[in-house]
């Protein structure tokens, strides 16, 4: 049986976002037209009003024009095939994305934050009937555009940014629209800077949760609900596996996670069953269908990874006082083992 085997599962069925990436991109352009076409109107209105509001609003549509291009552009460069250096390809230019809108629905926040302030503490003189007008063409605008964007597949965090971008944009929307409405039935002019701090409450919601999902990507870290010592669990529950280590779960990109381990079984186990038998509860259990396992004999090169009966009392006292003081000592098969290990039966992890 050879001591290394290696596997590598490349069946990417599940990544719809990849199969659907015209249709994505259909849905996003026809979003792109509408806002780009409402969103030139509404600056010249928002001057000629006065209105804080709709000047967000705009500033706010703004990003959403350039959040579906950013979205276009990644999901072009996603689809280019791996090769040099690239050995994932791009695919990561759609986190890239995801990122930036995040990180410019977070600054703008902050500036139109302090703009509304400012204009809680001295009120300009706003015409509220423009206002509720032009609010509530953004509505219809908004609305059509949110229905495009709703026809993409929202599991890549590539689109859901943009996606939130225009929703956000939505609800402002309908918070200016309210805003005008008060203003012109009771002259109360503070609506207008209360409803761009609604929009900015919104603004902030979306940014801190795109930028917290792409940078758990950046940072290798394991999937959002998936647990990488259950998953080290039902790896080493499987027969004749007796330990897991270096057991590494990230994403590649939205939805594309991947796992590497190496993986010791019994003394003359069948690598190669055991081999299919994790990669088919990987897949079935936890949808990981990009693994790389290293499948050894436990013992092999003399290097078992597992603390031995030793032949004398001495030995064993050595080793007894090795495992208390280095938890996991013994088990060097890798040299450098990153992360806890996982044994069969009792062992603690």
Known sequence: MAGHDHDHDDDHKGHSHAVAADADRKWLWSALVLLSAFMVGEVVVGFAARSL??????????????????????????????????????????????????????????????????????????????????????????????????KANRSSLN?????????????????????????????????DAIASLVVVALMLRAGIGLVRDSARIFLEAAPAGVD???????????????????????????????????????????????????????????????????VDHVGEDGEDGLLQIAPSSAAAAAAAEQAKTAGDAGRDHCGDVHGPVHRSGPHPH
């Not at 410019?104 to 007008?133: D, N």
């Not at 956000?168 to 629209?177: E, G, K, Q």
């Not at 990669?279 to 949808?287: A, F, I, K, S």
């Open 159 to 191: 689109v859901e940014g943009a996606f939130q971008h225009v929703l956000t944009d939505l609800y402002a929307f309908v918070a200016t629209a309210v805003a005008g409405a008060v203003v012109l039935l009771t002259g109360f002019v503070r609506a």
């Open 53 to 150: 509001a709709l000047i967000s609003d705009a500033a706010h549509m703004l990003t959403d024009t350039a959040s579906i291009a950013l979205a276009l552009v990644a999901m072009r460069l996603a689809a280019r095939p791996a090769r040099g250096g690239y050995t994932y390809g791009l695919k990561r230019a759609e986190i890239l994305s995801a990122q930036a809108n995040g990180v410019t629905l977070l600054v703008l926040s902050a500036w139109l934050g302090y703009e509304a302030v400012t204009r809680l503490v001295s009120p300009p003189e706003v015409a509220g009937g423009l206002v509720l007008v032009t609010a509530l063409v953004g509505v219809v605008v908004n609305v059509a555009a949110t229905w495009c964007m709703s």
């Open 228 to 294: 990488p010592d259950e998953v080290a669990d039902r790896m080493v529950s499987a027969p004749q596996v007796e330990e897991v280590h270096d057991l590494h779960i990230w994403e590649i990109t939205s939805n594309e996670p991947a796992l590497s381990a190496h993986v010791l079984v019994t003394p003359g186990g069948d690598c190669h069953a055991v081999q299919r038998e994790l990669q088919r509860r990987l897949r079935e259990e936890y949808r990981i269908t990009h693994a790389t396992l290293q």
